[in-house]
């Protein structure tokens, strides 16, 4: 069985809308599958990455055409991942891109950006977050023509201290999230290759020793915050040919969302799974898919048709035998 599992940035996920903490989820739903696709948001904890064996990491850009049968991805490790930082270079990037080199064993480089990507943090009218990115287009030019398999993003990500202090504090909605995804979105549509972000700290964090939601710790006990892309990346597929949309037999959701994944799945034949027990901002329901309580009831339906059975099989009461009658 081949598996996508998504949540969606920003909209406020119990589980996997905060920092990294849907790679337990991950890591069961890998274990029932024979591939597991995810985005960067399921796995991604600053500098903590739990992405099972048989994963692939793709950025959202791709996995919404991957997903439309708009391209195919084609699996692999990438040889290089380029490494765009705004200016100065700090040491502690350095020391983080060079720990990669060292433990993860793929060729990392670092280039500074001509112009600096601003990436500005908010909340939409619905309290989902989003935000403003600008520098965008002069990061595409710069890199279009270099030799890389792959671009990871390390900037700062402006934010309003007492907007981030709240979170920590009170939990809710993830606040740098939206706008991350935003920019990859837009990068990733124009090179064509994976792209991930992570925020470089600001001092909005620095001085921060609060116990937290253990959901959240991720974020308070790492430094430099770009570890989790870079191992992430060395495992996205680049677009070619490989996997098509049709070799894919379950998209597994949290519970409410609904958008173009959850539809062009469904258009593709492709079974969607909601997990009640991870509940959004959104409410949005749909009677054509599977309703799983929690993530290990998805796993299990997942398990149950992979060995050949109904799950309706291994519940009780089982219900009774349909019988067509001749009507002759």
């Not at 055409?65 to 990037?93: C, M, S």
């Not at 040919?241 to 173009?260: A, E, K, R, T």
């Not at 993530?295 to 060995?307: M, Q, T």
Request: aromatic residues 6%; negative net charge; hydrophobic residues 40%.
């Amino acid at each position: 069985m081949n598996v996508i599992m998504i949540v969606p940035t920003g909209i406020g996920a119990e589980i996997g809308g905060h920092a990294g903490d849907a790679n337990p989820a991950a890591k069961l739903l890998g274990a029932v599958s024979d591939l597991l696709i995810v985005h960067p948001n399921v796995v991604n904890a600053s500098d903590i990455n739990e992405m099972p064996a048989n994963a692939l990491y793709v950025d959202g850009y791709m996995l919404d055409g991957f997903i439309a049968g708009e391209i195919d991805l084609k699996p692999g490790y990438n040889r290089k991942i380029l490494v765009a930082v705004n200016h100065p270079v700090t040491n502690q990037t350095v020391n983080a891109v060079s720990a990669a080199r060292a433990t993860i064993g793929a060729d990392y480089e670092i280039i500074e950006l001509n112009t600096p990507l601003r990436m500005i943090a908010e909340y939409d009218d619905d309290g989902s977050a989003t935000g403003d990115v600008s520098g965008w287009e002069e990061l595409v030019d710069q890199v279009r023509d270099l030799d890389f398999d792959a671009l990871a993003i390390a900037t700062q990500i402006e934010i309003d201290k007492s907007v981030a202090m709240k979170y920590l504090s009170d939990g809710g909605v993830n606040p740098w999230g939206g706008v991350e995804a935003k920019a990859s979105r837009l990068i990733s549509a124009e090179i064509p290759k994976p792209v991930a972000h992570a925020p470089i700290e600001t001092g909005t964090l620095g001085d921060y020793r609060e116990i937290v939601d253990p959901r959240v710790a991720a974020e308070i006990v790492s430094e430099c915050y770009i570890h989790c892309l870079l191992k992430g990346l060395h495992r996205a597929p680049q677009i070619g040919p490989g996997l098509s949309n049709s070799d894919i037999d379950f998209l597994v959701s949290p519970d409410g969302c609904w958008g173009f994944p959850h539809r062009n799945a469904l258009a593709a034949g492709i079974e969607v799974i909601m997990v009640k027990e991870n509940k959004t901002i959104y409410d949005e329901r749909h009677s054509f898919t599977t309703v799983a309580e929690n993530y290990l009831e998805a796993a299990g339906i997942i398990a149950a048709r992979n060995a050949g059975i109904m799950p309706s099989s291994v519940r009780r009461p089982l219900p009774k035998t349909t019988i067509h009658f001749n009507n002759d």
